[in-house]
């Protein structure tokens, strides 16, 4: 049993969950946000350590069972491109491209785009962290055919306030997806 789940429509939810319903259907975090998770998901995202991906994303996919439904698409979040070239890769897209090869299900990976920068959201509160996100997130033309009528997941490295997957929930399903579920490596055990 994975130590985090959301389920908007079920009966497991976490303590932030009842007071902010997400977004998103159903959703997951497979490990707590510390000890040796904290210190395997900084250095996927800021220490080039892109062989801890494969790893994740088959621990991801052994908790992924409820989320996945028939023609489900994984889908990731993204990043802004100036954050890209500063980073090299997206470690949520790496995520996700593994966790997809591991279900045998398709993946999007610029399903989505930042549209806007967005500051660090580290030092921010819960409502900060919403109006950092507020029109950041929106669908790629290009990928809109692929998300209507579709189930999703979508794949992030860490959730601490639901404030990213909340904005990119809220484009799928303004681009008419049939449903979408979130899947994080970890999760902040309490937000501010």
């Known amino acids: 049993m994975p130590l985090f789940e959301t389920e908007h429509d079920g009966d497991a939810h976490c303590e932030t969950c009842h007071s902010f319903p997400p977004a998103w259907q159903k959703g997951r975090a497979v490990a707590l946000y510390e ?7 900084l250095s996927l995202k800021h220490g080039d350590r892109l062989d801890i991906a494969l790893p994740a994303a088959r621990w991801m996919a052994q908790k992924s069972g409820p989320l996945i439904c028939p023609d489900t698409r994984v889908i990731s979040v993204p990043l802004h491109w100036r954050r890209l070239a500063l980073r090299r890769y997206n470690q949520a897209a790496v995520l996700g491209q593994k966790l997809a090869m591991a279900l045998d299900l398709p993946f999007l990976p610029d399903a989505l785009l930042r549209v806007r920068p967005t500051p660090m959201q580290k030092d921010m509160n819960r409502e900060q962290r919403f109006e950092n996100q507020s029109a950041a997130i929106t669908i790629n033309p290009r ?4 998300i209507a009528h ?19 929930t809220e484009a799928c399903l303004a681009a008419n997806a049939r449903a979408v579920n979130v899947i994080v490596l970890a999760r902040v055990a309490r937000p501010e």
């Open 143 to 146: 990928a809109a055919n692929q």
């Open 35 to 41: 000890g040796p998770v904290r210190r395997m998901v």
């Open 150 to 168: 579709h189930p999703l997941l979508i794949v992030d490295d860490v959730m601490t306030t639901g404030a990213t997957l909340s904005a990119c």
